[in-house]
């Protein structure tokens, strides 16, 4: 499986960015998924998830309200839309599997990561 992670990117508070992961080696429809990030210092934690057909979503609470999951699963790409952004969303985000028992996400355990795409939210 290949990830790769792109459109970081340093911004101003109150901007927007939008990431997108092009996923090859598995079929985005068959598997729950997810972004996750990681700023300096920090465990990585998982912010938003995606069903495998798309239909139900989650994010934490950090950033629920402000970011959007989304996923074509023609083009096997998933997407990031990140508004009203913070300094402390500030980090690199690495798109992944996720778990979901039917009604709740959390994350997987990963064997790899792709190398992430750096959000940097400053003025």
């Known amino acids: 499986v290949r990830l790769v992670e792109s459109g970081g990117g340093l911004v101003q508070p109150g901007g927007s960015l939008r990431l997108s992961c092009e996923v090859s080696?598995?079929?985005?429809?068959?598997?729950?998924t997810g972004w996750y990030r990681q700023a300096p210092g920090k465990q990585r934690e998982l912010v938003a998830s995606?069903?495998?057909?798309?239909?139900?979503?989650d994010y934490s609470d950090s950033v629920r309200g402000r970011f959007t999951i989304g996923k074509d699963n023609v083009a096997n790409t998933m997407y990031l839309e990140m508004n009203h952004l913070v300094p402390e969303d500030t980090a690199v985000y690495y798109c992944?599997?996720?778990?979901?028992?039917?009604?709740?996400?959390?994350?997987?355990?990963?064997?790899?990561w792709g190398e992430g795409t750096q959000v940097t939210v400053s003025s």
């Open positions: 992944n599997k996720v778990g979901f028992d039917g009604r709740t996400f959390y994350p997987a355990q990963v064997d790899s």
């Open positions: 995606i069903t495998s057909g798309g239909r139900s979503t």
């Open positions: 080696g598995i079929a985005l429809r068959l598997k729950a």
